[in-house]
């Protein structure tokens, strides 16, 4: 992703949602602190995304979609484990590859990935740079603090583990959290918001990856400039927005689109969206609460309380709450016999809003039983040739007080066999699992080992994944997965390899090797490799800004296998700068207007006469127009490009305009906006 500290600046070629935030005043931890202004992020045609990737988006059927999906540059067969079925809006890919439902639009979604970046580089842009309470908060683990509306910095990681975080504010403040490296919410952690706060307010712009651990909670749009993970159980009310990488939804995850709701009388707001009790013995109870805010300015009434689940018992039932008043409701979780529970409490008000439901869930557990364990939660048989078999397997115990019976063992997918099928462990014994993967068809196959038994709680499957590949199939091998070129001077460039082999019996087709960044190039881009042999393919790293670059070279051949990337950074430092050239006797000026939506004005001056190139490219290297091809006498000389008419129709996003004199090279970044 292009990183700056460039603020985006809204003219008449882009619209945008402007809100001024009046100056609030918090405790975060144990100190006063006073907020500063902050507008609202323009994330464009983003907004409808609620994950959005680069590399892969994986899910599973249980994953829930309450939005758009997209996947750009990558093929639509790495959209993996969800389809239309579970998404609630659409699925877009950018080729017929893509899962069932899915819809092919490479140019809406080109567009988002540049709109992507740009959002990013407003968001990392924003000043003035924080100080104080708001740089590296509580030492960057933002857990247990309750935070103002602002703009708030961290140089490393930012931590939410331990305790909960909460953001409290008006429902028109905004929080931008600017996060150097990594974004990490710990197992059962949540973003609370209260209020009145607005998960379409909060924005995470992270320079690496996020990370949201197990049944976690989140809260706002998360822009990545690598990758995003939901573990089992994971909610977002937001978005997951990687740029480069991938976005990764395991069992249960639950996304939701933001909506900004334009604050109305009364309005209802709960701390929390769900309750979870754990475990409690049968014939006991155990107590929880949410407590309920009217951020308006109208009596909210709440004309009754309900629960869906009679196990789960609510107090009290009615109320009416004053403007900025809150009131404190107590559930109340009573299992009769072992097994998961689960319901909502539901509040009928007079808020037109649609948030009036809390989750609740819980396990009756009896105080002699059965405990189903299994040590691997996952096996990966890898490569298999077809019409051969893989053993592998998984031990299953029974860490209990009874017996543990294992009624049937079955499985999703044909091409993967377990025995046995049933069987009885006693308490504290263990039994192993025997599963064969036998392919039938090249490409990869997945599915679940469903273990059926009488522990009432919910850990009884395995997931299974393999790759069928022919004899007559080619095999990809790449000697690196990761290039680090290390700080190069900007003007400079540098050369690194990776060596590709084809350790299958036919020849691997290499029929393209692209970059997604056009600051890293490849030779060659296509290539035929005969089986039992290698290439050496050359990366060069040519930087023109200060600042970390990195991207994603993906080789596009016929091996039935996924893995076809080889993932590049660097950074760029001073040396020969994108404004002034080795030679001192070029200069190239910045375009105008920028962004521009048909024409924009690029100058140039040469001190000497010569030969003069000047090209317009996209992000992925790819020649757009040569605007000049010849002999230019010394001094300032003026080009017009048009985006449309002179030349050829171009998308939106970013584009980098390249003037080339003898020896000497300089670029800048230009962003055109139908």
């Not at 104080?132 to 857990?143: A, D, E, R």
């Not at 190239?588 to 004005?601: D, E, G, R, V, W």
């Not at 605007?627 to 017009?640: C, D, P």
């Amino acid at each position: 992703m292009i990183k700056n500290n460039t603020n985006i600046i809204c003219t008449k070629f882009r619209s945008c949602r402007l809100i001024l935030i009046m100056i609030g005043i918090a405790l975060m931890a144990g100190n006063t602190a006073m907020s500063i202004p902050t507008y609202v992020l323009d994330l464009r045609s983003t907004e409808s995304f609620v994950a959005l990737a680069g590399a892969t988006v994986t899910g599973t059927t249980n994953t829930m979609i309450d939005g758009d999906v997209g996947l750009s540059p990558s093929a639509g067969s790495y959209v993996t484990g969800i389809d239309a079925t579970n998404v609630t809006g659409s699925l877009y890919v950018v080729d017929a590859s893509g899962p069932a439902g899915s819809l092919i639009d490479a140019i809406l979604l080109q567009t988002a990935k540049s709109d992507l970046t740009i959002a990013y580089n407003d968001a990392a842009g924003r000043t003035p740079v924080p100080t104080g309470t708001f740089l590296n908060p509580n030492g960057g683990n933002i857990g247990t603090l309750n935070l103002v509306p602002g703009l708030y910095k961290f140089t490393s990681t930012c931590m939410i583990t331990g305790s909960d975080v909460t953001l409290t504010g008006g429902p028109n403040d905004v929080w931008i959290f600017q996060i150097a490296s990594d974004l990490v919410l710990g197992d059962g952690i949540s973003v609370i918001l209260a209020g009145g706060a607005q998960a379409a307010n909060v924005f995470w712009q992270v320079g690496s990856s996020a990370t949201l651990g197990t049944y976690s909670t989140f809260k706002g749009t998360i822009l990545a400039d690598q990758s995003v993970s939901l573990d089992v159980g994971a909610t977002i009310e937001g978005r997951a927005l990687a740029f480069s990488a991938a976005v990764t939804m395991n069992d249960g995850v639950t996304g939701t689109k933001p909506v900004l709701i334009v604050p109305t009388s009364p309005i209802f707001s709960a701390d929390s969206t769900q309750i979870r009790f754990g475990d409690v013995i049968n014939d006991n109870i155990k107590k929880d609460s949410v407590t309920v805010t009217n951020t308006g300015t109208a009596d909210l009434v709440i004309s009754s309380v309900t629960s869906s689940n009679s196990l789960f018992t609510v107090m009290p039932t009615d109320s009416e709450i004053a403007p900025g008043e809150s009131l404190k409701f107590y559930v109340t979780f009573s299992p009769l016999n072992s097994g998961l529970q689960s319901g909502y409490i539901y509040f009928n008000h007079n808020d037109p809003g649609k948030r009036d439901s809390i989750w609740v869930d819980g396990t009756g557990v009896s105080e002699v039983g059965p405990e189903f364990s299994a040590n691997s939660q996952i096996l990966d048989f890898g490569k298999v040739n077809i019409g051969t078999s893989k053993l592998d397997s998984v031990i299953v115990s029974n860490i209990g007080t009874a017996d543990l019976d294992i009624s049937s063992v079955t499985s999703s997918n044909a091409l993967f066999t377990v025995t046995p099928i049933e069987t009885l462990i006693a308490p504290e014994k263990s039994l192993k699992f025997k599963v064969t993967f036998s392919p039938l068809i090249s490409g990869t196959h997945n599915g679940y080992i469903y273990f059926n038994h009488n522990d009432p709680d919910k850990i009884d499957s395995i997931q299974v994944i393999g790759t069928g590949i022919s004899d007559l199939d080619p095999v990809f091998s790449v000697s690196s997965r990761i290039l680090h070129f290390g700080k190069v001077d900007n003007g400079l460039s540098k050369l690194d390899s990776v060596v590709v082999s084809n350790t299958g019996t036919a020849t691997l087709e290499i029929s393209t090797v692209t970059s997604s960044n056009p600051l890293f190039t490849i030779t060659p881009t296509e290539l035929l490799i005969p089986a039992g042999t290698s290439w050496k393919f050359y990366i060069t790293f040519s930087p023109v800004n200060l600042g970390l670059q990195s991207g994603v070279i993906y080789f596009n051949h016929n091996d039935p296998g996924k893995r076809d990337s080889v993932l590049v950074d660097g950074e760029g430092v001073k040396g020969s700068s994108v404004e002034t050239a080795a030679n001192e006797n070029l200069e190239l000026l910045k375009n105008y207007p920028n962004p521009f939506s048909s024409l924009t004005m690029i100058q140039y001056n040469i001190d000497i006469s010569g030969f003069v190139s000047l090209t317009v490219t996209d992000i992925l290297g790819n020649e757009v127009v040569s605007l000049v091809n010849g002999f230019r006498s010394a001094g300032l000389h003026t080009v017009s490009f048009h985006a449309e008419g002179d030349y050829q129709s171009m998308a939106t996003g970013i584009y980098y305009y390249t003037l080339k004199v003898g020896s000497s090279l300089l670029t800048k970044q230009m962003i055109y906006v139908k």
